[in-house]
T-cell receptor, first 115, second 112 residues
């Protein structure tokens, strides 16, 4: 069975500092990996995904994520945090394979950017 | 484009009542899903559909029913509401393949 772990319930970072939100995964095959962001009282919005290719993936709003197969990690990063980045972030994984593949979401990490 | 539209945004039910949460998408996506979001548990898949007329169960299907008569619509029915079904419900859709999901704004349901 596939699984995703987001070890930190909350991450606090000062505005202008780099941020990292951690994610590790477990799948039987090769993974599809996603990051989504949720602002208060809103649905999830797609940030970026890793399917194959370069281990560093760039996404929306200046976010990027690094795929590390040996550590089974897919950490979300941004060089300089903004107050407007404060939100709930979800990592998700899907196994390769034919047909419909269910997505497993992590429990979410609340990012608080302090002015 | 409207994207994924969910109605209602808020609902309070009494135990034992039934209701339908509506979900519609205008992107001609094949795949649609329903999730519930509970504190500390992330999103859990309730039911999903890979096309009109085809549905299947997710992780937590008990107490819920779905149908998919058209590509656009994927309603979720609560048969007999229970307090354990108090949650925020999200509908999502995506194209077939290695694609990301588009989510509705959610329905906050309280069962008393």
């Amino acid at each position: 069975a596939q699984s995703v772990a987001q070890p930190e319930d909350q991450v606090n970072v000062a505005e202008g500092n780099p941020l990292t939100v951690k994610c590790t995964y477990s799948v039987s095959g090769n993974p599809y990996l996603f990051w989504y962001v949720q602002y208060p009282n809103r649905g999830l919005q797609f940030l970026l995904k890793y399917i194959t290719g370069d281990n560093l993936v760039k996404g929306s709003y200046g976010f990027e994520a690094e795929f590390n197969k040996s550590q089974t990690s897919f950490h979300l990063k941004k060089p300089s945090a903004l107050v407007s980045d404060s939100a709930l972030y979800f990592c998700a994984v899907r196994d390769w394979g034919g047909g419909y593949q269910k997505v497993t979401f992590g429990t979410g990490t609340k990012l608080q950017v302090i002015p | 484009n409207a994207g994924v539209t969910q109605t209602p945004k808020f609902q309070v039910l009494k135990t034992g009542q039934s209701m339908t949460l509506q979900c519609a998408q205008d992107m001609n996506h094949e795949y649609m899903s329903w999730y519930r979001q509970d504190p500390g548990m992330g999103l859990r898949l309730i039911h999903y559909s890979v096309g009109a007329g085809i549905t299947d169960q997710g992780e937590v299907p008990n107490g819920y029913n779905v149908s998919r008569s058209t590509t656009e619509d994927f309603p979720l029915r609560l048969l007999s509401a229970a307090p354990s079904q108090t949650s925020v419900y999200f509908c999502a859709s995506r194209r077939e393949g290695n694609t990301e999901a588009f989510f509705g704004q959610g329905t906050r349901l309280t069962v008393v």
